[in-house]
């Protein structure tokens, strides 16, 4: 991609502004000019700052008390999950949005929720499960006052959902590319060839950029107001998870147990 960038358009172009709230890494530009064949062009690289207050709009809550998926059958995580976002769900009886890497894990978690008699209460949406574009499932989801959407693939971006459309945004997994993935495996085979590391040089910076924009469903406007939690604990345990906190805005970050953040959930919104 980087060749066909720089020959089909950086090198025929007298000038080209490209501009993105996900095109950073760690406050980086490195990753973003490397994979768009820039670096020997030199761009001008410029972050401007964000018109939302996301200290006073947003807050990021990590559930210490769920499993952790490497050491877990996905069928049970997928019952963890549901029961999470059933919690939360019952707490705010408002609007949420459930980012998922994959559809098998998207499936199980509704089948499980659909068990439940207790969620019942709310309108449960999920893509895959029900029928439609992604357009008409969001439509679907914008009509009632109740209501949990379940998504994946092009969930991540380009939905637009503000004010009270949507209040909760949940991230099940950090959002790294599956491993058998042909376009990623050969990828990482070329990296390893030149004596890189695909790890650090390609499913992390991608990881983060697709995380960036799931947190980015949540404030649309200077009015909203909400909160990301992260399923995932390798957020604050794995050694790489410094990195997607430090790709977010500055905000308000609490890790306890769900019981916990749903005490504080309550307070904040």
Not at 64 to 90: H, Q, W
Not at 167 to 181: K, Q
Not at 236 to 242: D, E, F, I, P, Q
Request: proline share 5%; charged share 25%.
């Amino acid at each position: 991609m980087d060749e066909f960038f720089a020959e089909r358009l950086f090198m025929v172009k007298k000038s080209v502004v490209l501009t993105s709230a996900t095109l950073t890494v760690d406050g980086s530009f490195a990753y973003m000019v490397s994979r768009l064949g820039l670096s020997d062009f030199y761009p001008l690289c410029r972050a401007i700052p964000s018109p939302f207050s996301y200290k006073e709009q947003a807050v990021l809550m990590i559930p210490t008390d769920l499993p952790a998926i490497s050491s877990t059958a996905l069928e049970k995580y997928a019952e963890a999950v549901a029961d999470g976002v059933g919690r939360i769900a019952r707490k705010i009886k408002g609007k949420m949005l459930v980012l998922f890497n994959s559809y098998e894990l998207l499936k199980l978690t509704a089948a499980a929720m659909k068990m439940e008699e207790r969620n019942e209460d709310f309108v449960l949406i999920a893509q895959g499960v029900q029928s439609g574009s992604a357009a008409k499932l969001t439509r679907t989801f914008q009509q009632f006052d109740h209501a949990i959407l379940f998504g994946t693939s092009n969930f991540w971006e380009g939905v637009d959902l503000p004010g009270d459309e949507l209040t909760i945004v949940v991230i099940v997994r950090l959002p790294f590319a599956p491993p058998d993935d042909p376009v990623m495996e050969a990828k990482s085979e070329h990296i390893r060839a030149v004596g890189g590391d695909p790890f650090y040089e390609l499913s992390l910076p991608e990881a983060i950029l697709r995380f960036k924009q799931g947190f980015g469903r949540l404030i649309r406007t200077e009015k909203d107001k909400g909160a990301v939690f992260v399923f995932d604990r390798r957020l604050t345990t794995a050694s790489y998870g410094k990195y997607f906190l430090n790709s977010l805005p500055s905000l308000g970050i609490c890790e306890d147990s769900l019981d916990r953040l749903l005490q504080k959930l309550e307070t904040w919104l």
